[in-house]
């Protein structure tokens, strides 16, 4: 991310900390015993019978050693209302915190730090755009997401304030009194907002591109953005180079400018990580092999999100099936799903199994705009903006109005802040341009009603191919790369989503609003998007890397490919030692920490002429095989160096553009290293030149922090060590108040992997070496027989501080390993624990 600006859920709690004092109290009682009554208080039931308002015949929820359920229903109606219920008892919190997120309603609860969060989101309009999907939305689905909500009301109607969640009794010391609103299908459609927004792939690269051009010449730029290096990485399927749009160009920048893009990538830092920061390591593997590859003939899938660490984790485990499908009940599936959403996102069901990583097309562009007044000039002319106006209600404060103008193309984000304003400082002497005001205005795809809504339904049912492309065409935003395996043997490839089409330009840098020139004309047809069935290889493999080298155009900013790169050799290195593929060792393939960085870094560094703590360093990395193990001294040094490297040469770019170390970097540092003489190796701390020098001089300084941290003696060195891993509650958990911060996080956990690794367990260079992204859950399907498929998530199934599963699958997730995971009746009645009864409340 490149910068150093506090996250939204760090500075939440700060108009309440005197407040927030009073929870010592929680741990005082605990002495006494009461506490325990105080934190199990809303543990949900688990066992016994409810009974529900709106169900028309009774439902089971079993529930497995680690609280993972199953729910079993007779019609569609009650089976997604009652995992409302059950999703409500697990995570009513997560839910309620999302939704005032995506509503842009958190200085309700956090006061007037917010605001500034608030009027973003307002800007954007999530709520507003969910509110018209629901409209858009079929009868059939509507009820479903009806049901779903009425489901979370029924527990809602149960229970109020710590009985829900304990974070309501900490929230309770400054908003006395909540009480949490029904839910509503908007609530749960504009969650897809926010997975869009996290995902929303290259707008701070576009940010970063155009601070660069403030500072440097467009060869310096594009040599620290290089684009895909379709020669040497691989794709997911074939093809030959495209090329975007050639016609119009980016805006000039003023002197002035760079002081509101920065502005602008700190308010985008500053949001709330949903489901991760911003950056190239949100990102994905997936890969599905053939039958023919396997020991039973049947493919197999794997696939591991890489996110933002959340406490408790994004993803909650669940099995949703009909007791006997029929034309009233058409569901058997299961996988992972997201609290306050009906339906199983990724998973698979008695036919079918599929993944997702991020496809990462550029779905959202900056247009700078010439505005006078409330109007905009657009092809000579001015146009009217829309104008509305919002009120944010502030906890112990004033509500804030705020102004939100938009033109046809989207919102104008300069509005938000002051700061932005800087943008027409210079702008009409700099470009020729008439006088007037300049500002930022935001297309982006996901502010265009879609359908991604009736999707998930579309895949849970999905049957065969046919019904999963079908399924994969209503998936509109976030786009994804989507793999596919069914019990026949196929197995597939299909990239889905509203891309746009451009009349001019490849959205990598902003470009001047004032023309219809530059602007979108349409999107990339679904049929034009790429696609494969039963390639010959035997095997697709998707890890955010470029899909092919033709057809449509969708983004310059790919991840560079060396995930893709080592699964792909990896699987070829079984086939090349005639071993078939097993679940076994698909889920090893999972855990592959070799790091092609420090491989391509070795080689040079073993022929440098080097002494004192420099030749140390490389003794040190002539005994390491290049592989980041959590043991690994070798690992833990390399990361100091390149940490350091990065630094050095770098510091000299404009803040918010510092390296954070990912594959972007690797590709940047990589090509420099058959440059020795490139005037990029500068050393701006010790004014060294030369890639000799400078490798030298951060081998030697990098000796010493790994000494200052580790201590004197390398045999006692390990990357986990440095690489740790604290799981935060997104709303408390970065409090700065100790007690509170105690009840709801857990960790550090030490950790192995890296960035740009197949054990995507990643951090940033410019926060340190803590862990910014991981492998948010793991899966391997066996479509021979789904009751060997494995899986584990990152934390547990309860949302609820001191559950027995709240992090009962972390050390699990921590050591590589995976959980089995029971789908065929058989297998889900032998893992049962818990059984409750929902019943249909009568009188």
Not at 102 to 118: I, K, N, Y
Not at 274 to 297: H, K, M, R
Not at 321 to 333: F, L, P
Not at 396 to 401: E, K, N, R
């Amino acid at each position: 991310m490149g910068t150093d600006a506090p996250r939204t859920h760090r500075r939440v709690l700060a108009p309440i900390l005197v407040g927030l004092l009073v929870t010592v109290l929680v741990v005082a009682l605990g002495a006494a015993g009461l506490g325990v009554w105080t934190v199990q208080r809303s543990f949900p039931t688990t066992n016994g019978h409810v009974d529900l308002v709106g169900l028309d015949a009774p439902v089971e929820v079993l529930r497995d050693a680690n609280g993972i359920p199953q729910v079993i229903a007779e019609t569609d109606h009650d089976l997604f209302l009652a995992q409302g219920y059950v999703h409500a008892q697990d995570r009513f919190w997560e839910m309620d915190f999302r939704r005032h997120v995506t509503a842009g309603r958190l200085s309700e609860w956090f006061g007037s730090s917010q605001v500034g969060t608030d009027a973003f989101i307002r800007t954007l309009g999530w709520r507003a755009v969910a509110e018209a999907e629901y409209g858009l939305l079929d009868e059939p689905t509507r009820a479903l997401y009806d049901a779903y909500a009425a489901g979370v009301n029924a527990y809602l109607d149960e229970r109020s304030g710590a009985d829900l969640s304990l974070e309501y009794a900490v929230l309770g010391l400054q908003r006395a009194g909540y009480e949490p609103e029904p839910w509503t299908a908007v609530d749960s459609i504009a969650w897809l907002k926010a997975m869009a927004w996290d995902l929303r792939s290259n707008l701070e690269d576009e940010i970063d591109r155009a601070l660069l051009t403030t500072a440097l010449t467009p060869a310096e730029v594009a040599a620290l953005h290089p684009g895909y290096d379709f020669a040497t990485m691989p794709t997911i399927i074939g093809g030959q180079p495209s090329a975007p749009a050639s016609a119009g160009g980016p805006v000039a920048l003023p002197e002035g400018a760079s002081a509101a893009f920065a502005a602008l990538r700190a308010t985008l830092d500053g949001l709330p990580d949903l489901i991760g920061p911003a950056g190239g390591e949100i990102g994905s593997n997936s890969w599905v092999v053939s039958g023919a590859l396997t020991d039973t003939g049947k493919p197999l899938l794997a696939n591991d999100p890489h996110l933002g660490p959340t406490m408790p984790s994004i993803w909650v485990q669940m099995g949703l099936k009909c007791r006997v499908r029929s034309d009233a009940c058409h569901y058997d599936v299961a996988g992972y799903t997201f609290s306050g959403l009906p339906g199983v996102i990724i998973g698979h069901n008695d036919r079918v199994a599929w993944g997702f990583t991020n496809l990462g097309p550029d779905v959202a562009d900056l247009f700078v705009e010439r505005v006078e007044g409330d109007t905009y000039e657009l092809d000579g002319r001015m146009v009217a903006l829309t104008v509305r106006e919002e009120v944010i209600e502030v906890a112990g404060g004033d509500p804030v109005a705020i102004r939100v103008r938009s033109t046809a193309r989207g919102p104008l984000v300069t509005d938000i802040s002051p700061d932005f304003t800087a943008i027409a400082e210079g702008y009409p002497a700099a470009t020729g341009q008439a006088e007037g005001a300049y500002e930022l205005s935001l297309q982006w795809t996901a502010l265009t009603p879609g359908t991604t809504a009736q999707a998930i339904f579309a895949l849970d049912r999905a049957a065969d191919w046919d019904g999963f492309r079908s399924a994969a065409s209503m998936f509109d935003v976030p786009s994804q790369n989507l793999i596919y395996a069914d019990v026949d043997g196929n197995i597939g490839y299909q990239a889905p989503g509203n891309i746009p089409i451009r009349a001019a330009g490849d959205g990598t840098l902003p470009l001047a609003g004032w023309t219809s020139a530059n602007g979108w004309l349409g999107r990339v047809p679904f049929g034009d998007l790429p696609s494969e069935l039963n390639p010959a290889r035997g095997y697709i493999v998707t890890a955010n890397n470029a899909v092919r080298a033709d057809g449509p155009f969708l983004t310059a900013d790919w991840d560079y490919g060396y995930r893709a790169r080592a699964i792909e050799q990896g699987i070829r290195a079984h086939l090349d030692a005639g071993e078939p593929l097993t679940v076994e060792r698909m889920a090893d393939l999972q855990l592959d920490v070799a790091d092609q960085n420090a491989a391509a870094f070795l080689e040079v560094i073993a022929g440098l002429d080097l002494d004192g703590d420099a030749a140390r360093g490389a003794a040190l990395l002539a005994d390491w095989d290049a592989r980041a193990d959590a043991d690994s001294a070798g690992a833990a040094y390399f990361a100091v160096f390149w940490r350091t490297l990065l630094d050095r040469m770098f510091s000299e770019l404009p803040e918010q553009t510092r390296p954070t170390g990912g594959d972007r970097w690797y590709a940047v540092v990589g090509t420099l290293l058959q440059d020795p003489a490139s005037p990029w190796w500068t050393d701006h701390r010790t004014d060294a030149t030369g890639r000799d020098a400078v490798l030298a001089s951060a081998l030697a300084a990098a000796w010493t922090e790994a000494g200052d941290r580790l201590g004197s003696d390398p045999a006692n060195w390990r990357w986990g060590r440095l690489h740790t891993l604290t799981l935060t509650n997104q709303s408390f958990g970065k409090s700065g108040i100790g007690p509170v911060e105690w009840l709801f996080n857990r960790g550090p956990y030490e950790l192995g992997g890296g960035s740009g690794i197949v054990n995507a367990i990643a951090w940033d260079a410019t926060e340190g070496y803590e862990v910014s992204w991981v492998p948010s859950m793991r899966m391997v399907v066996d479509l021979a027989d789904f009751d060997r498929s494995r899986w584990i998530n990152l934390t547990g199934a309860s949302g609820h501080a001191f559950s027995p599963h709240y992090t009962d699958q972390t050390e699990l997730w921590q050591a590589g390993e995976t959980l089995p995971w029971a789908f065929s009746p058989e297998a889900v009645d032998e893992a049962e624990l818990d059984t409750l009864e929902l019943r249909p409340a009568t009188g």
